[in-house]
């Protein structure tokens, strides 16, 4: 056997144990002429009852009746190659998405001499694929489903808080009416003024709520609306917060240590001052009587993120109770005025941006908040 014939032999054995993919040859008309034993898996046909047809057959009929086969000759004759996925069919009349590459071959003096056939199985493949749009499309749904459902909850929070207003507004001063005409008639007692003391407490708080669902609103429809970018330098920031928290009586002591390792964010000015701002009078208003409040505030970068981090030694939260520190109107310490939506709109506006926000701390031992601002590339 000389050399060329035992090369022959070798490629024809290698390509007849393919299994996994359909490898066969073509005359230059499109006639089968070898047959590999992954193509009789693939195709369901044997060598010899596909052996001298034409190659259409391997096509759905509705390929075959719109002249694909010749199509593809006619492609891989002009490009050298013809590559596609596409539905081909097994002898079962069954169909399956394959991978196909049809090459043509020539001899050395340059003639046409046919075609090779790679054929692979890609239905699994494509179940999957059309299984992640499937979802995809859920989610895209759902996507938007929450978001016409947050859309009425904001219209809802925006129309009650401003339908209660008049009449609490009211009710306030018709209180304050009916304690002035009870000192004018002397029928005001201890009991009487205590009594009135409570429900002007109550409606206060009343208000309170109604202007923390209105900043809740006014928080939504300000991501909508995607509030203006600027530089913000972070000390000038804080100093103006400093000078709102400050008591002239110096009944809330507190000190503050600072590191500004990142001296700029790129950022809204509102959105900023209100996350430091919430964060600097927590920290100060829910300090620890048994020690001085400390408080440490560090600005780094840590890629893609300019990390904010505002750290104090007050009385902590257990970490049962963690998970809802970021809730709408939830309290863990009592004794202090508050309505708990500070961290709410905290976490909100953070997380609109495309930021996050953590939270390390213990019942007792301060509390530890990092805000992730993305950094602009």
Same mark, same amino acid.
């Given at each position: 056997?000389?050399?060329?014939?035992?090369?022959?032999?070798?490629?024809?054995?290698?390509?007849?144990?393919?299994?996994?993919?359909?490898?066969?040859?073509?005359?230059?008309h499109g006639i089968v002429t070898t047959w590999n034993q992954g193509a009789q898996?693939?195709?369901?046909?044997?060598?010899?009852?596909?052996?001298?047809?034409?190659?259409?057959?391997?096509?759905?009929?509705?390929?075959?009746?719109?002249?694909?086969?010749?199509?593809?000759?006619?492609?891989?004759?002009?490009?050298?190659?013809?590559?596609?996925?596409?539905?081909?069919?097994?002898?079962?009349?069954?169909?399956?998405?394959?991978?196909?590459?049809?090459?043509?071959?020539?001899?050395?003096?340059?003639?046409?001499?046919?075609?090779?056939?790679?054929?692979?199985?890609?239905?699994?493949? #494509?179940? /999957? !694929?059309?299984? %992640?749009?499937?979802?995809?499309?859920?989610?895209?749904?759902?996507?938007?489903? *929450? &978001? $016409?459902?947050?859309?009425?909850?904001?219209?809802?929070?925006?129309?009650?808080?401003?339908?209660?207003?008049?009449?609490?507004?009211?009710?306030?001063?018709?209180? #304050?009416? /009916? !304690?002035?005409? %009870?000192?004018?008639?002397?029928?005001?007692?201890?009991?009487?003024?205590?009594? *009135? &003391? $409570?429900?002007?407490?109550?409606?206060?708080?009343?208000?309170?709520?109604?202007?923390?669902?209105?900043?809740?609103?006014?928080?939504?429809?300000?991501?909508?609306?995607?509030?203006?970018?600027?530089?913000?330098?972070?000390?000038?920031?804080?100093?103006?917060?400093?000078?709102?928290?400050?008591?002239?009586?110096?009944?809330?002591?507190?000190?503050?240590?600072?590191?500004?390792q990142v001296y700029q964010v790129r950022f809204s000015r509102k959105n900023f001052?209100?996350?430091?701002y919430n964060l600097l009078s927590n920290a100060i208003k829910y300090q620890s009587?048994?020690?001085?409040?400390?408080?440490?505030?560090?600005?780094?970068?840590?890629?893609?993120?300019?990390?904010?981090?505002?750290?104090?030694?007050?009385?902590?939260?257990?970490?049962?109770?963690?998970?809802?520190?970021?809730?709408?109107?939830?309290?863990?310490?009592?004794?202090?005025?508050?309505?708990?939506?500070?961290?709410?709109?905290?976490?909100?506006?953070?997380?609109?941006?495309?930021?996050?926000?953590?939270?390390?701390?213990?019942?007792?031992?301060?509390?530890?908040?990092?805000?992730?601002?993305?950094?602009?590339?």
């Open positions: 056997m000389s050399p060329l014939t035992i090369s022959e032999s070798a490629s024809a054995n290698f390509i007849n144990q393919i299994k996994d993919y359909a490898v066969f040859a073509l005359d230059p898996r693939l195709k369901g046909y044997q060598e010899e009852e596909i052996m001298g047809h034409f190659f259409g057959k391997l096509f759905p009929d509705i390929y075959q009746q719109a002249g694909k086969p010749q199509e593809e000759l006619e492609l891989a004759l002009k490009h050298g190659t013809y590559e596609a996925e596409d539905w081909r069919k097994r002898k079962d009349g069954s169909h399956f998405w394959a991978s196909v590459t049809l090459t043509a071959i020539y001899a050395e003096d340059g003639q046409h001499i046919g075609f090779t056939k790679v054929t692979g199985d890609l239905t699994r493949q #494509k179940e /999957l !694929q059309e299984k %992640l749009a499937a979802r995809r499309k859920s989610l895209r749904h759902k996507n938007e489903e *929450l &978001q $016409r459902i947050n859309l009425d909850l904001d219209n809802f929070i925006y129309t009650v808080s401003h339908d209660l207003r008049s009449p609490i507004h009211n009710i306030e001063g018709l209180m #304050k009416l /009916l !304690q002035l005409e %009870l000192r004018e008639t002397n029928c005001f007692s201890k009991e009487t003024e205590g009594v *009135l &003391q $409570r429900v002007l407490a109550s409606v206060d708080r009343f208000k309170r709520t109604i202007e923390d669902l209105t900043r809740v609103s006014r928080l939504q429809k300000d991501a909508s609306t995607s509030l203006g970018e600027e530089v913000i330098s972070v000390k000038e920031v804080y100093e103006d917060i400093m000078a709102d928290l400050q008591n002239p009586s110096g009944r809330d002591r507190f000190f503050v240590k600072t590191d500004f001052r209100s996350i430091l009587p048994e020690r001085e409040c400390i408080i440490e505030l560090e600005t780094r970068l840590e890629e893609p993120y300019v990390v904010l981090t505002v750290k104090d030694n007050g009385l902590g939260i257990g970490k049962a109770s963690q998970e809802q520190l970021f809730t709408m109107f939830r309290r863990f310490h009592h004794h202090v005025e508050g309505t708990g939506i500070g961290l709410f709109m905290v976490k909100r506006i953070i997380e609109n941006s495309g930021g996050k926000v953590e939270v390390t701390s213990e019942a007792g031992a301060g509390a530890e908040f990092r805000v992730y601002f993305l950094a602009p590339l």
